[in-house]
């Protein structure tokens, strides 16, 4: 059981085991079950809220454990002693992004694809962004109304990571809709045809990297790829790079997009918030954290303790795993006052767990940082008299928390 299947099992619970759930759920009112059901996936945070209320560290209804606590989440993320691999699954990798990876091999990838995510590098990519945010609102201010995921959100981050990437212009066009079907693999597996569409999308992404790696190798760029491919084979094997580009790909671009709109969707509901941002633009990197901690677009992950570990008083058994729910540690009352307030004058707005903690810190946090920056302030600086303008729609899934369309109109 590796980490993303870890997480899928969380959300498989759900469709191999609906009727467990609504017993727990509705009959004993058990706050994690109802967390996959109904009311708990429109608004989780009432939910997280009970959770963190019955304890730091909370059984599942499947015999794991589930931590809506900012200490206990923290604690377990930057413990080596948790893991996302299972501790008894034969060495190596196989077909496996380093995000599913525990030491070594974690490290060695992890560490190949680093120097072009640092802060320095991401800051040297701001006229890229700049370029990218204010073309697609000429497109916006070409429309009295607009969906805004469609618009900016979306293809902001597909624009921005194809091109560090150096996936060229011809090959973007699916990438949307598998990095959508990969992403929605993250809840589960829902039927026959939904795992027949996880691997057609996972294969025709294979075909289109390979086409792009044998281009890098005739006629090396300036991109990650190109860099990636100049790596010894003693760092990278071949087999290695597949599943590595494609998470750079998907993480890049399936997680922005809910920053982009979960914030235009928390200014525009908090009109004095909003008011702050168009008095000075400025504040752009305020509403960027306070979005991730009010409105985490990751709101989970999950950790497998490779010992017997105590963790709060509890004792967490080997392969036992934890969710950590991040988008509850990030209304934790301990580490945040008021925390169900949208606040962009919070005294602590770096102290979310939104980019997880530990090893497997997200590795894009600055570029995702830098987006959704120059997004928020383009569109107060051009866009004061933003409005919603009809029905928004969220994407279905509870790990990812975002909207599949935000119309607006300006
Ligand atoms: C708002 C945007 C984003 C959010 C909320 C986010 C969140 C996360 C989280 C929570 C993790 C860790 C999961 C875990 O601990 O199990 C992660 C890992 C990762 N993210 Fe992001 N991410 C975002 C944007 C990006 C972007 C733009 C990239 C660009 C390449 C990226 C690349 C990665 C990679 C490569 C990892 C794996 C790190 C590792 O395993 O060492 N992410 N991200």
Redesign the pocket.
């Known amino acids: 059981m590796g980490?993303v299947r870890a997480?899928a099992g969380f959300g498989a619970q759900v469709y191999g085991a609906r009727a467990r759930f609504a017993w727990h759920g509705h009959v004993r009112r058990d706050p994690v079950a109802l967390l996959q059901l109904g009311p708990g996936r429109s608004d989780p945070y009432p939910v997280y809220a009970r959770i963190r209320a019955t304890g730091p560290l909370v059984p599942t209804p499947l015999g794991n454990r589930a931590s809506a606590s900012h200490e206990v989440c923290a604690a377990v993320?930057r413990d080596r002693r948790f893991g996302?691999s299972d501790p008894d699954a034969p060495p190596g990798p196989g077909g496996l992004?380093?995000?599913?990876?525990d030491p070594p091999d974690?490290g060695r990838l992890?560490r190949l694809?680093a120097p072009a995510?640092t802060t320095a590098r991401v800051a040297s990519y701001r006229p890229l962004v700049e370029d990218t945010v204010h073309q697609l609102l000429d497109d916006a201010a070409r429309q009295g109304s607009f969906d805004l995921v469609r618009t900016l959100a979306k293809p902001l981050?597909v624009a921005?990571?194809t091109r560090?990437l150096g996936i060229p212009e011809e090959e973007r066009g699916p990438l949307v809709r598998h990095g959508e079907v990969i992403a929605g693999g993250l809840d589960g597996v829902r039927s026959l045809r939904h795992a027949r569409q996880l691997m057609s999308s996972s294969r025709e992404l294979e075909e289109m990297l390979g086409r792009v790696f044998a281009a890098r190798r005739a006629a090396p760029g300036e991109d990650v790829i190109t860099a990636l491919l100049a790596a010894e084979e003693a760092q990278v094997t071949p087999a290695e790079l597949v599943p590595m580009c494609t998470?750079?790909?998907v993480?890049?671009?399936e997680?922005?997009v809910?920053?982009v709109g979960n914030g235009v969707h928390a200014l525009l509901g908090h009109p004095d918030q909003w008011a702050l941002l168009r008095a000075d633009p400025g504040r752009a990197a305020a509403v960027v954290e306070e979005t991730?901690r009010y409105d985490?677009?990751?709101q989970r992950?999950?950790?497998l303790a490779h010992e017997d570990v105590e963790v709060a008083g509890t004792t967490i058994r080997r392969r036992q795993a934890v969710l950590?729910l991040?988008g509850g540690a990030n209304r934790d009352p301990r580490v945040f006052a008021d925390p169900d307030a949208f606040d962009l004058t919070r005294a602590n707005p770096t102290d979310h767990?939104?980019?997880?903690?530990?090893?497997?810190?997200?590795?894009?946090?600055a570029?995702?940082?830098l987006?959704?920056a120059v997004a928020f302030a383009a569109l107060a600086e051009r866009f004061p008299a933003l409005r919603p303008a009809g029905r928004r729609t969220r994407r279905p899934g509870r790990t990812l928390r975002g909207f599949a369309t935000l119309p607006l109109s300006r």
């Open positions: 980490r997480l993320l996302v992004s380093f995000l599913e990876m974690h992890r694809a995510f981050p921005v990571i560090l998470l750079l790909l993480a890049g671009f997680t922005t809910n920053l991730l985490s677009p990751v992950t999950v950790r950590t991040l767990l939104a980019f997880s903690a530990g090893p497997h810190y997200c590795l894009g946090a570029l995702a940082r987006e959704a």
